[in-house]
Nanobody, 121 residues
Framework: QVQLVQSGGGLVQAGGSVRLSCTIS????????MAWYRQALGNERELVAE???????TYADSVKGRFTISRDDDKRTVYLQMNSLKPEGTAVYYC???????????????WGRGTQVTVSS
């Protein structure tokens, strides 16, 4: 069974940087769109950034100019570089991807388990 394996995160001071990674666990799966979401305590999950296979990107207004999403398809990995972090960025960050098994046309949506990012003021 394929999984999205997340790494990175942790505790960082305001103004600092963190990079999150998310890797597809099996080579026979390819990713179409990949994205990062976050959910702060008491809030709904929200889209942070998204990247297509053509590497077109979109960002939430709150992170534009500070966060960068990228992907390395050879490594089956999507990244989220977060700079100039603010305390309101404290949340659990989730990787999301539409994965297609080799030979199939239909894709399915998968989620990582989430990783905590805490920004101290």
């Amino acid at each position: 069974q394929v999984q999205l394996v997340q790494s990175g995160g942790g505790l960082v001071q305001a103004g600092g940087s963190v990079r999150l990674s998310c890797t597809i666990s099996r080579e026979i799966y390819l990713a179409r769109n990949m994205a990062w979401y976050r959910q702060a305590l008491g809030n709904e999950r929200e889209l942070v950034a998204e990247i297509t296979r053509r590497k077109e990107t979109t960002y939430a207004d709150s992170v534009k100019g500070r966060f960068t999403i990228s992907r390395d398809d050879d490594k089956r990995t999507v990244y989220l570089q977060m700079n100039s972090l603010k305390p309101e960025g404290t949340a659990v960050y989730y990787c999301n991807a539409e994965l297609v098994r080799a030979g199939n046309l239909k894709g399915d949506e998968f989620w990582g388990r989430g990783t905590q990012v805490t920004v101290s003021s």
